[in-house]
C-alpha cells in the first residue's frame, strides 16, 4: 500500500499544481481584462480542461484517506467487524465503478485521438485531457481493489508539533 499511497499524494501534488497555475491564468486574465483590456483567448476552456483533469487526480488520494462519503446512521451499532466488512464492500465497489470510468474515459479518449477532436477557441486535443483522467481512475481502481482485499491500515495519530 505504500506504493500507491506515494503515487495518490504524487496525483493530488500535479492535481494542486493545475489548480494553482489556473488559479493565477483565471487572475491575470480578470486583472488584464479590467485594468487594460488584455485577456487571455480561451481561459475558460483552459479552466475547464485543467479542472477536470484535477479532479480526476485528486480522487487516488481521497480513496487512500478515506475522504468519501460514509453514511454510517445505519451501522453505528453495528460491531466493528460488520462495519469493517462493510467497508470493504464499499471499497469493491468503488473499485469497480471507478474501472468503469478509466474503461469509458479511455474509450471517449480514443475516440478524441481518432476523430482529432479539438477545444473550440484554442484547438487544444481533447484527447489529452482523457489522458490525464485514465491513469488517476486506474490508481483509484487499484487502491480500492486492495482496500477491499486487505482493508484499511489502522488509523495512525496525527503528530502535533
Known sequence: MR???ILAKACAVLAGVLLTGITLMTCASLI???T???TLVGD??????ATGAAIALFMPWCQVRRGNIIVDFFTAKASQRTNDALDRFGALMLA???AALAWRTS???WNAWTTHSESQM???PQWIVYAAM???FVLTTVIGLWQAAFGFPAEEPEAHA
Open 134 to 136: 485514465v491513469p488517476a
Open 3 to 5: 506504493v500507491l499511497e
Open 44 to 49: 475558460f476552456e483552459l479552466t475547464g480542461v
Open 107 to 109: 474509450l471517449g479518449g
Open 36 to 38: 487594460t483590456g488584455w
Open 122 to 124: 484554442l484547438g487544444v
Open 32 to 34: 488584464g481584462r479590467n
Open 96 to 98: 469497480i465503478c471507478f
